[in-house]
């Protein structure tokens, strides 16, 4: 979400999938199908892709305590694309700093910021619920800057 919502201006490493019609133990089948054939840990890599990896998590979506997550639609194709909206994407990444102490995850949410629109109220009031004041407080400095 961070490399869409940024227009390139950080790349990721990992795909993130939410499991909703497929059952975790067709997913090796399924994914060797397409040449992921091994699997480490809870991701799937392809060995001509070894810096890009697949992980799968089960529903429901969740960005810190906050389980009641309504995804944005993006039509690509002849396809829908389920994804978090940039308000969203901003909490996840901004979670991330609250709970794992991870500045770069700080700075992931300033990209996103700086290229969408985002709703800034509620991304203060969930930091606040999650205990990240200070989080917040970073997060504005940099934004701003």
Request: net charge positive; proline share 4%; glycine share 6%.
């Amino acid at each position: 979400m961070v490399s869409i919502y940024s227009k390139g201006a950080f790349q990721s490493g990992d795909l993130d999938f939410v499991l909703e019609t497929i059952r975790l133990e067709n997913l090796p089948q399924i994914l060797s199908q397409i040449g992921f054939l091994k699997k480490s840990g809870r991701h799937y890599v392809h060995p001509e892709c070894k810096h890009l990896f697949i992980e799968f998590v089960t529903p429901p979506v969740g960005i810190g305590n906050d389980t009641g997550i309504t995804p944005n639609e993006i039509k690509v194709e002849s396809h829908t694309i389920k994804i978090l909206s940039p308000t969203d994407c901003i909490r996840d990444r901004l979670a991330s700093a609250i709970h794992f102490n991870s500045r770069e995850s700080i700075e992931q949410a300033v990209l996103v910021a700086r290229k969408q629109k985002f709703n800034l109220s509620k991304v203060e009031s969930f930091c606040r619920k999650e205990g990240g004041e200070t989080v917040f407080k970073m997060f504005l400095e940099l934004w701003k800057s």
